[in-house]
């Protein structure tokens, strides 16, 4: 039986010249794409993977490096596959704030007047026991979403989802928070962490920098693998410091 596994479709940082951080999850019975910036359909092209193989796709927040792959893929689902895009959202407003950025354009075609539902078809994640965390279903596999420190009153969003019976938790873009990934560690025991790191600035408010995050007891650091790292990452030796490393684009990991 083939184990389930997430693709790197990219790594690197909005700012970074490498293909902008992109997970995707190929599960038992379903393909769920995590976040799909402006590198996004090149990097499907560069490794053949057909859009319409995507069945769902979660977004963590709206920055473009996040987000700017999103117009392309649903006309691609909606022109020439004649279907809808199945979006996740941790949060109910997200779909409204999304909307927002597509509908200049999206609005119009040559059918008439767009609205939001004729292109997607929404999930949202429901509150847990507070609403700093949320949680759905789709196709037997449960996502958790949990609020993280990005920029200041931005709405974003860490995952956490099951592997072949083991836990990972991608923080997607977050300020450093050992609390929070202490909790998530306690409560949750991940195997694997998928963690945002500047790599090219040691003081930063809105992203967990390297230096920061190496400061974290051993014990996580062995279920660290770093992303949204930043060009110069490759002069990092992470192993050096107890990480697991950082994550390539185009490698595909098995939890
Ligand atoms: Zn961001």
Not at 6 to 34: A, D, K, M, Y
Not at 60 to 69: F, K, Q, R
């Amino acid at each position: 039986m083939i184990k389930e596994n997430i693709f790197f479709l990219g790594s690197g940082s909005g700012f970074s010249s490498l293909p902008n951080t992109s997970l995707l999850l190929n599960l038992r019975n379903t393909r769920v794409l995590i976040d799909f910036g402006f590198t996004g359909l090149n990097q499907l092209r560069r490794y053949k993977i057909s859009p319409q193989t995507i069945d769902a796709l979660i977004i963590t927040h709206l920055h473009s490096d996040h987000t700017g792959g999103i117009e392309m893929l649903t006309y691609i689902h909606k022109f020439q596959y004649q279907k809808k895009l199945l979006l996740i959202l941790p949060n109910f407003e997200l779909q409204f704030m999304l909307w927002d950025m597509l509908k200049h354009s999206m609005r119009f075609s040559p059918k008439g007047i767009m609205k939001k539902s004729d292109y997607f078809d929404i999930k949202i994640a429901q509150c847990a026991s507070t609403c700093r965390f949320s949680t759905m279903r789709f196709k037997s596999h449960k996502f958790t979403f949990v609020k993280t420190k990005h920029v200041p009153g931005m709405l974003s969003y860490g995952v956490i989802f099951a592997m072949n019976g083991k836990r990972v938790f991608y923080t997607s873009d977050t300020a450093f928070d050992p609390e929070l990934l202490a909790y998530v560690n306690e409560n949750y025991t991940p195997s694997l962490i998928i963690h945002d790191c500047k790599t090219d600035h040691e003081d930063e408010e809105v992203h967990a920098t390297y230096k920061q995050i190496a400061t974290l007891p051993l014990k996580l650091k062995r279920k660290i693998l770093l992303i949204h790292y930043d060009d110069n990452y490759s002069q990092i030796d992470p192993k050096l410091d107890g990480f697991i490393g950082f994550a390539q684009t185009g490698e595909k990991i098995i939890p």
